[in-house]
């Protein structure tokens, strides 16, 4: 097996790995009938950061990477449907989704009516996705410094962190062999999150630790 072929399938597997975790919450979801202690933004951003990956793989006609937003997207939605329909106060979680439907209706309009097709359309939107992406890596720092100052592991989840460890990773090399940097820059700071994390585990983590759901990238 060549290893552009070897990198797309372990970029399926670990990706989808990774958005796998959210089950964890949606089974929550469902067995409590309750949406508390259960955060709406980070399926709602993941979303749209599958959908804006999926657009790009259309355009640059990758299929490892449409295949793999098309389910991460699918699976955001499901747990966005989910937790809408559980929670008790439905109205600013549905304004919330309707305000992203029309950041994404915008985002679409532009990219597809005021740049030409080509190299031009898709590097602005590779930029864009690449921005997106880094931001929700770099997000949780802050909770990382409160873990510090803590010495309490408790809030973060070890398989994911090993899930977004080899994701990063797998789409890091992916990258390299397309010498994509929109795939490749943002998808390194989800290597060195992780690698802190480990760090955190190590130093800091008890017997055990609750699984949790965070923001996830392509």
Same mark, same amino acid.
């Given at each position: #097996?060549?290893?552009?072929?070897?990198?797309?399938?372990?970029? =399926?597997?670990?990706?989808?790995?990774? *958005?796998?975790?959210?089950? /964890?919450?949606?089974?929550?979801?469902?067995? +409590?009938? /309750? +949406?508390?202690?259960?955060?709406?933004?980070? *399926?709602?951003?993941?979303?749209?950061?599958?959908?804006?990956?999926?657009?790009?793989? #259309?355009?640059?006609?990758?299929?490892? =990477?449409?295949?793999?937003? %098309?389910? !991460?997207?699918?699976?955001?939605?499901? &747990?966005?449907? %989910? *937790?809408?329909? &559980? @929670?008790?106060?439905?109205?600013?979680?549905?304004?919330? @989704?309707?305000?992203?439907?029309?950041?994404?209706?915008?985002?679409?309009? &532009? *990219?597809? @009516?005021?740049?030409?097709?080509?190299?031009?359309?898709?590097?602005?939107?590779?930029? @864009?996705?690449?921005?997106?992406?880094?931001?929700?890596?770099?997000?949780?720092?802050?909770?990382?410094?409160?873990?510090?100052?803590?010495?309490?592991?408790?809030?973060?989840?070890?398989?994911?962190?090993?899930? +977004?460890?080899?994701?990063? +990773?797998?789409?890091?090399? &992916? !990258?390299?062999?397309?010498?994509?940097?929109?795939?490749?820059?943002?998808?390194?700071?989800? $290597?060195?999150?992780? $690698?802190?994390?480990?760090?955190?585990?190590?130093?800091?983590?008890?017997?055990?630790? /609750?699984?949790?759901?965070?923001?996830?990238? #392509?």
């Amino acid at each position: #097996m060549e290893l552009l072929s070897l990198l797309s399938w372990a970029c =399926i597997v670990f990706t989808v790995g990774m *958005f796998s975790t959210g089950l /964890s919450d949606l089974k929550k979801i469902w067995e +409590t009938k /309750s +949406t508390d202690n259960i955060q709406f933004l980070p *399926f709602l951003t993941t979303c749209l950061n599958n959908l804006g990956w999926l657009y790009y793989g #259309m355009l640059k006609r990758d299929q490892t =990477i449409v295949l793999v937003n %098309v389910i !991460g997207a699918s699976l955001q939605i499901l &747990y966005i449907i %989910v *937790f809408i329909h &559980y @929670t008790k106060q439905k109205k600013p979680f549905l304004s919330q @989704t309707l305000f992203a439907g029309g950041v994404l209706a915008g985002g679409w309009f &532009y *990219f597809s @009516t005021f740049l030409p097709e080509g190299e031009t359309r898709l590097n602005q939107l590779g930029l @864009t996705c690449s921005a997106i992406t880094v931001s929700m890596y770099l997000s949780p720092l802050t909770d990382l410094v409160n873990i510090v100052r803590s010495r309490n592991v408790q809030c973060l989840s070890f398989p994911l962190t090993v899930a +977004t460890f080899f994701t990063s +990773t797998s789409w890091v090399f &992916y !990258g390299q062999q397309l010498n994509d940097y929109y795939i490749m820059v943002p998808n390194t700071p989800g $290597i060195l999150t992780s $690698i802190i994390r480990f760090y955190l585990f190590w130093k800091f983590a008890p017997s055990s630790s /609750s699984p949790g759901y965070k923001s996830m990238a #392509m």
